[in-house]
């Protein structure tokens, strides 16, 4: 019996195996990465029977067009993406997120692009035959850490699945809606008194767009500039996903998955835990505003974020 | 002691223990973050994912699903630690060229601080220096305390690429960049010598927090032939 694999006849943007990320690095840079969508990426697993931890496919804007070498691969991919399945005898079939597929030998997977968001997720049953390093299956292309030498995956590479067939195919799906977020919820950050009046208030009142200065490490943001009036740089410390720092300049830029471990810009604020996924799928020329929550509301949106996934997770039939 | 402890958003704990950067402070930091990372080791403290110490605070993240920040802050709170550095320092010697090619910003510095390149050089590898911190990318030591004399800031327009091995200096500090990367530090020479390793799973960082660093000058062919 031959190998099961994925030949990449196109790697689409920036197509990574990521998965809930890689903690206890920090204090030596090493950032957590990790899935950008943590709901949809877990999601995406529960649909193939995985445990909720297996290594995916994460893929931004456009995605991967994957051939099937050999045997057969149940698959689910999660997001707003566009993409379709071409059978055997040229037949074109349309793909619906959030729904597992069977894929035979030489059949593809043309992940088309993600509509109103950024990342989608392709999971499949068993996972795929890849190495964790440092206790985590996720890539980060900048650092080049993790599996695949720390690479985005490129054309003409193969990635082997761990199954090499699918034994009892068995249909599952999910009913979700994909939304777009407008507003983003924050707590106030550590250097919140470092700005202006008025910048305090337009930072919570007025709208900032997304810029095309966004990937995995951070999501630079413009709007009315933030007036820095103690000092525009702080002695290095730790950062976290989710914080919103302000450089010189006056722009916030929010930190995601892949960003350094330590940064010296004044934080203005953090975006709460319950929002990270919704403020990673804005697209470039998106506008949001944020708005100030406290820390006993952050975590009650936290247990009603969780809740929501579980529910997905029960309902998956 | 802690000086101030509070909450950076909802998943981490920010623990400040004073406005100043000096080795004193930062010991101390080091001492709590080395407690806790063995009573996180331990399974003694649940949900802790992230331990980050820098010059003078401590960044504790969690798992929002197994934890708060009121728990954390009440373990802080009654935490006893002894400074416990001493037992984990080591003397580490790093090699560097400081040829032209390598020693990016050693003439424009020494411009703008009116001290000859050698003098620069000669003060700069005279002194051992102590490592506050890693970060920013993986295994990159921030050391101090450089002599007043080549104290400067950091470049008006940082590089987009600053060659990996680099050492640079600003303020009262020097760093190695263990990787290519964006910075605006001053370049005044650069090591062939593994700083962090990513292959050695186990310890790929050679330089960790309390240890103490000192540098010695290599020719461009010791530099070509460097073998580990």
Known sequence: MSDTYFEILRPGINSSIQDKGRNHLYHIGITISGAMDQRIFTLSNALVNNDLNEGVIEFAHQGPLLKLKNGSVNFAITGNVDFNILRKNSIVEKGKCFQSYLLEKDEQLDIIYTKDSVFGYLAIEGGFKIEKVWNSFSVNTKAKIGPNNGEKFSIGEKIYLKRTRVKNFEKKNIEYNNSVATTIRTIKGTNFDYFSKEAKNNFFNEEYRVTNLSDRMGMRLEGPKLENIVNTNIKSEGLVKGVVQVPADGNPIIMFSDHGSIGGYPKIAVIITADHDKAAQLIPGSKIKFKEVNLDEAESLFKAYSKETKNHLEKIK | ?228
Not at chain 2, 118 to 147: Q, V
Not at chain 2, 166 to 186: A, D, L, M, R, V
Request: proline share 4%.
């Open chain 2, 1 to 228: 002691m802690i000086k101030n402890i509070s909450n950076l958003g909802d998943a981490a704990v920010y623990c400040d223990f004073g406005k100043e950067v000096s080795e004193k402070i930062n010991l101390k930091v080091i001492s709590y973050f080395n407690h806790l990372k063995k009573l996180v080791k331990e399974n003694k403290i649940e949900g802790i994912t992230n331990l980050t110490p820098s010059y003078n605070k401590l960044i504790i993240s969690f798992d929002l699903s197994i934890t708060n920040f009121k728990k954390i802050k009440k373990i802080l709170e009654t935490l006893k630690v002894a400074n416990n550095i001493q037992q984990d320092s080591k003397k580490i010697k790093i090699p560097m060229c400081c040829d032209e090619e390598f020693a990016l910003d050693l003439i424009s510095l020494s411009k703008k601080i009116k001290i000859s390149p050698n003098e620069i050089i000669d003060l700069y590898l005279g002194k051992e220096y102590f490592c506050y911190m890693t970060g920013f990318i993986a295994g990159m030591p921030f050391l101090g305390n450089i002599d007043e004399k080549i104290r400067f800031d950091r470049l008006k327009t940082p590089r987009i690429k600053v060659p990996k091995g680099s050492i640079g200096i600003t303020e009262q500090f020097c760093n190695i960049y263990t990787f290519e990367s964006p910075g605006g530090w001053n370049i005044i020479g650069n090591t062939p010598k593994k700083v962090f390793n990513k292959f050695n799973l186990k310890d790929p960082s050679l330089i960790k927090p309390g240890y103490k660093v000192s540098f010695y000058k290599i020719s461009k062919e010791e530099y070509l032939n460097w073998n580990e």
